[in-house]
């Protein structure tokens, strides 16, 4: 092997860990912007032609609008969430698709004002993606997640919301003396 046939086969070495390391960012910010509720930046992270197969094929969406609208409507300011996602196994098919695999860990809390008040779930699933590279930037094109288990529970008073970045603070009274 000649020096440049390794200096080429070096710098496809180093584009392909870059491309996996950007899908891992992008999967974060994935979850981040889902926790956040920031819809504008979650629909960032979606490709054009996104297609979902969420709880074990059970929601499907297409497109970034549709899924978009569909966390607005199922998880308000008073929905607590916690989305990790761990050990990702991703694999490049090309320069511009790849395939991963994540373990999630979730946790939501439904916090005083929901309909659900007190209830908390937790579990953890399998999420199963593909990516488009589109313009040099990484999106989900296919995601879903095949459940592991899931739990719920009513929090008692001794468990309670001290903060929460989606409830307005309420602010504190100082009486004068």
Known sequence: MTVEERLEALEKEIQQLKDIEAIKALKSRYFRALDTKDWDALETTLSPDISTSYSNGKLVFHGPKEVTNYFKEVMPATEITLHQGHNPEITLESDTVAYGKWYLQD???????????????????????????????????????????????????????????????????????
């Open 107 to 177: 946790i939501l809390i439904f916090a005083e004002g929901n309909p659900y008040c007190g209830t908390q779930i937790q579990g953890s699933a399998i999420y199963t993606d593909k990516y488009v590279k589109v313009d040099g930037q990484w999106l989900i094109q296919e995601t879903g997640y095949l459940r592991i288990y899931e739990e719920s529970w009513q929090r008692d008073k001794t468990h309670y919301i001290k903060t929460n970045m989606h409830q307005p603070k309420k602010k504190k009274v100082i009486k004068k003396k």
